[in-house]
């Protein structure tokens, strides 16, 4: 059974850096899927920020290109998400995800989901 946990912190200040890890269980990030990064604002639907392959390829959202960056750390078997700049429009619970497609927004793309965290920005 694999396993996703997405850790970090709750709270982090306009203009800021936010910083997520996904710890994943069960299984190896290397296998031949696409990690994503999910979130979702309060009252909105998913968006899809970016994917990192098991080759360690990384792709993005268009719109949150700019300001994203993901990462992976094979040994510990983690990948890692960075949104710089935040704003309190980046509020959201942010998830990671395994799936075998790219940019998908519905949870039945995905086969394994963490939990979430959610992420308030504000100062």
């Known amino acids: 059974q694999v396993q996703l946990q997405e850790s970090g912190p709750g709270l982090v200040k306009p203009s800021q850096t936010l910083s997520l890890t996904c710890t994943v269980s069960?299984?190896?990030?290397?296998?031949?899927?696409?990690w994503s990064w999910i979130r979702q604002p309060p009252g909105k639907g998913l968006e899809w920020m970016g994917a990192?392959?098991?080759?360690?390829?990384?792709y993005y959202s268009p719109s949150l290109k700019s300001r994203t960056s993901i990462s992976r750390d094979t040994s510990k078997n983690q990948f890692t998400l960075q949104l710089t700049s935040v704003t309190p429009e980046d509020t959201a619970a942010y998830y990671c995800?395994?799936?075998?497609?790219?940019?998908?927004?519905?949870?039945?793309?995905?086969?394994?989901w963490g939990q979430g965290t959610q992420v308030t920005v504000s100062s």
């Open positions: 995800a395994r799936g075998l497609r790219l940019g998908a927004t519905t949870r039945y793309q995905y086969d394994y």
């Open positions: 069960g299984g190896s990030i290397t296998t031949n899927y696409y």
């Open positions: 990192i392959a098991n080759s360690g390829s990384t």
